[in-house]
Antibody, heavy 121, light 108 residues
Framework: EVQLLESGGGLVKTGGSLRLSCAASGFTFSTHSMNWVRQAPGKGLEWVSSITSSPTYIYYADSVKGRFTISRDNAKNSLYLQMDSLRAEDTAVYYC??????????????WGQGTLVAVSS | SYVLTQPPSVSVAPGETARITCGGNNIGSKSVHWSQQKPGQAPVLVISYDGNRPSGIPERFSGSNSGNTATLTISRVEAGDEADYYCQVWDSSFNQVVFGGGTKLTVL
């Protein structure tokens, strides 16, 4: 059974940093691209970042480019999101989602339950 | 950047057919994926690559994509289908994943 378990969320001050983790199990992690998607309270889904399996390609939304860094450790079956210079508008539930094996993000076929990040002054 | 437009809400009676649209410039040239999100839960993929149903998704869910509009069709709607639905594409021009704004399906 595919499982994705996010952790690392919490309350942080504006300008602070936070590192999210996503522990994957139930599939061959190293052959899938992985993604972060967020959802602000009462709002829709917003893509944050994606990383291919190798990881050969990394992609970011304009809203986080230069502030967030996605990475993965295939030996540990884990995905990460380093978030720096956090702003109030980064407040959201952050989901980890599994992608396919291609060179760009395709369908997100499994999602974790999410971890809440709250940024406050 | 690429924009996907969904109606904010769609209402349908039980047993009827719900159609949720996703508009985008020449979206027919892209692969469209649809996810369902029920309150307090993580999204679930219901349609991939325009019209493919993942394992476990009922045959009542189908998708199509042509021209400037992609459509998620839910036949014989049930109360349990009430949820928010999001379309998603890959914009290769800007190397970004784009989500539609979401459509709230209400079962009357």
């Amino acid at each position: 059974e595919v499982q994705l378990l996010e952790s690392g969320g919490g309350l942080v001050k504006t300008g602070g940093s936070l590192r999210l983790s996503c522990a994957a199990s139930g599939f061959t992690f190293s052959t899938h691209s992985m993604n972060w998607v967020r959802q602000a309270p009462g709002k829709g889904l917003e893509w944050v970042s994606s990383i291919t399996s190798s990881p050969t390609y990394i992609y970011y939304a304009d809203s986080v480019k230069g502030r967030f860094t996605i990475s993965r450790d295939n030996a540990k079956n884990s995905l990460y999101l380093q978030m720096d210079s956090l702003r109030a508008e980064d407040t959201a539930v952050y989901y980890c989602a599994r992608g396919g094996s291609g060179s760009y993000p395709d369908d997100f076929d499994y999602w974790g339950q999410g971890t809440l990040v709250a940024v406050s002054s | 950047s690429y924009v996907l437009t969904q109606p904010p809400s769609v209402s349908v009676a039980p047993g009827e057919t719900a159609r949720i649209t996703c508009g985008g410039n020449n979206i027919g040239s892209k692969s469209v994926h649809w996810s369902q999100q029920k309150p307090g839960q993580a999204p679930v993929l219901v349609i991939s690559y325009d019209g493919n149903r993942p394992s476990g998704i009922p045959e009542r869910f189908s998708g199509s994509n042509s021209g400037n509009t992609a459509t998620l069709t839910i036949s014989r709607v049930e109360a349990g289908d009430e949820a928010d639905y999001y379309c998603q594409v890959w914009d290769s021009s800007f190397n970004q994943v784009v989500f539609g704004g979401g459509t709230k399906l209400t079962v009357l």
